[in-house]
Every structure is written in C-alpha cells, then in structure tokens.
C-alpha cells in the first residue's frame, strides 16, 4: 500500500491488493496478513493526518538511520553473559542403530 499512488480509486487499490494476495496464498500466507498490513497502514496515515509525521523517510533521515546503525554492533544472537544456560561444549551422539529409536 505504500508503493501505490494515494490518489488511485479505491476500486483500483483492491484490485491491486487481490492480486497480491492471491500471490501470498500460493506461497502459503494467510489472509490475516493482509489485515494486518492495511491496520498498521491506517495507523501511519492516522499518524500522518493528526500530527504531521511523514509516512516515508527523506534522505537525510534514511542516511541518519543507516549510519547510526552501522556503528551499533550486530550481537543479536549472542546469549546474554548472566543467562543461566551457559554451553560450554557441543556433545556428538553417533546415530542410532538401524535407524529406529527405542520405544521406552
């Protein structure tokens, strides 16, 4: 919805948006996608229409954002240091004989 024209028919949008949506459900998404697309739409337009924030970023912004982001480390994946599960090692276990796990 953001790379259509706000000035397009609103017949015109949900041609574009069933079209779009089909193409998700042969990729396996559910309908609840879209919904969830157009609410978190309405709301920056709601945004936009109440206190004048922008609905897309300039250029300045976008270069603001991404500089500041490169100098923040990427250490998302990294278990906090006082977590309690603290792995210290990897243990390998050969497969299982025949294939077939045993039924306890």
Request: one cysteine or more.
């Given at each position: 919805m953001k790379n259509t024209s706000q000035s397009l028919e609103k017949s015109t949008k949900d041609d574009i948006l069933s079209k779009y949506m089909y193409k998700m459900k042969l990729s396996g998404y559910r309908s609840e996608c879209l919904l969830s697309a157009k609410n978190a739409f309405s709301l920056l337009v709601q945004k936009h229409e109440a206190d004048g924030k922008?609905?897309?970023?300039?250029?300045?912004?976008?270069?603001?954002?991404?500089?500041?982001?490169?100098?923040?480390?990427s250490n998302w994946w990294k278990a906090p240091t006082n977590s309690r599960n603290?792995?210290?090692?990897?243990?390998?276990?050969?497969?299982?004989p025949g294939g077939n796990l045993p039924k306890g």
């Amino acid at each position: 919805m953001k790379n259509t024209s706000q000035s397009l028919e609103k017949s015109t949008k949900d041609d574009i948006l069933s079209k779009y949506m089909y193409k998700m459900k042969l990729s396996g998404y559910r309908s609840e996608c879209l919904l969830s697309a157009k609410n978190a739409f309405s709301l920056l337009v709601q945004k936009h229409e109440a206190d004048g924030k922008p609905i897309f970023r300039n250029r300045e912004e976008l270069s603001q954002f991404k500089a500041m982001k490169n100098k923040t480390p990427s250490n998302w994946w990294k278990a906090p240091t006082n977590s309690r599960n603290q792995y210290t090692a990897v243990m390998f276990v050969p497969p299982t004989p025949g294939g077939n796990l045993p039924k306890g």
